[in-house]
C-alpha cells in the first residue's frame, strides 16, 4: 500500500531560494509542498491553515520570527512538526527554536540532502539536528554528563528516552499517566542532573550514549 506523500509548507522571505528548496523537496517524490509564505505573519496563518505534516521555515523573516512563529502554533498544535532551516550557526538560536518546539534545526550550509534526509525524520517524530550543529554541540557539552545519566532515576531515565525520541511533555504525561506538571518537573531535574541547559545538548548526550540511534544524527 502507498504511503502519502510528506505534506510540508516551506517558510522563507526570499521567492529564489524557496523554489530551489521545493524543487530540492519534491525531487522526493514521497514529499510534496502544499504551499509557501514570505513572512511570519503570513507564515503562522497558512500553517494554522493546512496544517501540514512538517513545516520547513527561516528563522529571520519579515514580522514575526520563524521562532516566535513556532512558539505561537506550538501553543496552539502541540504536535505540529516544526523544522528550522535557517543560516545562523550559533547555539542561541539552536537553543531557541527547541525551546519554542521546534523538531529540527539544519544550517543553510548543510548539504542539500540534509535538508531531505531532515524532513523524513521530523515526519517520523524523531528530533534533527544538522552534522555540524551537533559536533559545535558537543563540544559544549559539559563532561559530566556521562555521570549524569548514572544518576537518573528509572522513572527519570524512562522520561529522558521519551524526551529525546521527540514525544512533548503532554503526549509523556498522557503515556505515563502522570500530569503535565510531574513532567514539567521530571524534565528540571534531568537536565539539572545532567548539567545541560537546552534540549538540544539532551538531545546530543543521548545521541553519544546510544540512546538513540545514530541514523537520526540528524541529532
Known amino acids: 500500500m502507498a504511503m502519502d506523500p510528506i505534506s510540508i509548507i516551506l517558510i522563507d522571505d526570499h521567492a529564489v531560494v524557496r523554489e530551489g528548496y521545493r524543487r530540492l523537496l519534491e525531487g522526493d517524490s514521497h514529499i510534496h509542498v502544499l504551499a509557501e509564505g514570505d513572512n511570519g505573519n503570513e507564515g503562522y496563518r497558512i500553517i494554522c491553515e493546512y496544517q501540514p505534516d512538517v513545516v520547513v521555515m527561516d528563522i529571520t523573516l519579515p514580522g514575526m520570527s520563524g521562532?516566535?512563529?513556532?512558539?505561537?502554533?506550538?501553543?496552539?498544535?502541540?504536535?505540529?512538526?516544526?523544522?528550522?532551516?535557517?543560516?545562523?550557526?550559533?547555539?542561541?538560536?539552536?537553543?531557541?527554536?527547541?525551546?519554542?518546539?521546534?523538531?529540527?534545526?539544519?544550517?543553510?550550509?548543510?548539504?542539500?540532502?540534509?535538508?531531505?534526509?531532515?524532513?523524513?525524520?521530523?515526519?517520523?517524530?524523531?528530533?534533527?539536528?544538522?552534522?555540524?550543529?551537533?559536533?559545535?554541540?558537543?563540544?559544549?557539552?559539559?563532561?559530566?554528563?556521562?555521570?549524569?545519566?548514572?544518576?537518573?532515576?528509572?522513572?527519570?531515565?524512562?522520561?529522558?528516552?521519551?524526551?529525546?525520541?521527540?514525544?512533548?511533555?503532554?503526549?509523556?504525561?498522557?503515556?505515563?499517566?502522570?500530569?503535565?506538571?510531574?513532567?514539567?518537573?521530571?524534565?528540571?531535574?534531568?537536565?539539572?542532573?545532567?548539567g545541560v541547559t537546552s534540549a538540544a545538548q539532551i538531545v546530543r548526550i543521548a545521541l553519544d550514549h546510544g540512546i538513540i540511534s545514530s541514523i537520526d544524527k540528524s541529532l
Open 67 to 194: 521562532i516566535e512563529v513556532t512558539r505561537r502554533v506550538i501553543s496552539r498544535f502541540p504536535d505540529q512538526k516544526i523544522l528550522i532551516f535557517s543560516m545562523h550557526e550559533d547555539m542561541v538560536f539552536v537553543n531557541r527554536a527547541f525551546q519554542a518546539g521546534a523538531k529540527g534545526y539544519v544550517t543553510k550550509s548543510a548539504a542539500p540532502e540534509a535538508l531531505v534526509d531532515a524532513v523524513r525524520q521530523v515526519a517520523l517524530g524523531k528530533l534533527y539536528l544538522s552534522e555540524e550543529m551537533a559536533q559545535l554541540i558537543a563540544t559544549q557539552t559539559v563532561s559530566d554528563s556521562e555521570k549524569g545519566i548514572d544518576l537518573l532515576s528509572s522513572r527519570e531515565f524512562e522520561i529522558f528516552r521519551l524526551l529525546v525520541q521527540g514525544h512533548s511533555i503532554n503526549e509523556i504525561s498522557q503515556a505515563l499517566h502522570i500530569s503535565y506538571k510531574t513532567v514539567a518537573n521530571y524534565q528540571s531535574t534531568i537536565r539539572q542532573k545532567l
